[in-house]
């Protein structure tokens, strides 16, 4: 996992992290969305983001998208799924150059896991429409439908306040790290060679500017299925090892399990997450 700790003191040196933020270049193409820091947030450990679904309404209570992994009580075991569970998080919203604007705070996790996918998504004491009004920030779409291998995407963490570009490289049947397994991950091109604290960090197709996924793993050693070093299974079995390889788990399958109000339901029609 792209741990929700802080990455050793030699890992960032490498990476780079003590240098000015990237910013998103502007697109050449005219459809193309501008992605920066607005709607994202910086978690105690981790990075996140303020979504919404495609039918949300603008008085619904805010959401925050961000790991299973990154959960404050800690990891969900293989096959756990946390509901309804009470929650006093806060959250650091930041605007569209990655400066913190406002401190949002979680009344409940509303759904925590990292069986087949890697999410926690808190519900806040606010509202979309009074975050933009007091604030001018909007919050990322998620998009409902697959994204597409090749695709221009960027990864933006609100941790580290650094944005990460690069393509969708394909997709993983299984992708398996020490006890968990999630199924049909994104895999990223090289570019996106993202470290702890980017765990949690909302993936964003460049062409729409809607959330695609979210940022998960990478095999930082070279190891094979353990933790850290996530492994790639075909339908067939077959193992590969992609060291220095990135991963993030797709969000598409989400919207179809909220109802009205930004309410969970996983009974609704479509909805595919684990139940408890």
């Known amino acids: ?25 502007p697109q050449a ?19 996140g983001s303020v979504v919404r679904f495609p039918n949300s309404a603008d008085t619904d209570p805010a959401l925050v998208l961000t790991n299973g992994h990154c959960l404050e009580t800690g990891f969900p075991g293989p096959g756990e799924v946390i509901t309804g569970q009470s929650s006093s998080r806060s959250f650091g919203l930041l605007n569209s150059s990655g400066s913190k604007v406002a401190t949002l705070r979680a009344n409940q996790v509303v759904y925590s896991t990292m069986t087949d996918t890697d999410i926690t998504i ?14 001018g920030i909007s919050p990322l779409t998620l998009q409902d439908t697959h994204p597409a291998a090749g695709s221009a995407i960027k990864v933006v963490s609100g941790y580290w306040k650094r944005i990460y570009s690069c393509n969708v490289d394909g997709f993983v049947y299984r992708l398996q790290e020490g006890d968990w397994t999630w199924k049909d991950s994104l895999r990223y091109t090289s570019a996106c060679n993202t470290i702890g604290g980017t765990s949690g960090s909302p993936v964003i197709d460049t062409a729409t500017g809607k959330v695609v996924a979210v940022n998960n793993t990478g095999n930082e050693d070279g190891e094979r299925c353990t933790e850290n070093n996530p492994c790639e299974v075909d339908e067939n079995g077959n193992v590969t090892v992609r060291k220095g390889i990135n ?11 909220f109802t009205t109000g930004n309410k969970l339901n996983l009974d609704a029609s479509g909805c595919t997450l684990p139940k408890p």
């Open 122 to 135: 808190y519900r806040t004491t606010t509202t979309y429409a009074k975050i933009k009004s007091s604030y």
């Open 1 to 25: 996992m792209n741990k929700p700790l802080l990455a050793a003191l030699s890992s960032l040196a490498i990476a780079g992290v003590g240098a000015a933020p990237a910013v998103a270049a």
């Open 247 to 257: 991963y993030a788990e797709e969000t598409y399958i989400i919207p179809a399990c």
């Open 29 to 47: 193409k005219a459809p193309a969305a501008t992605v920066d820091f607005a709607g994202t947030v910086s978690l105690s450990n981790c990075s």
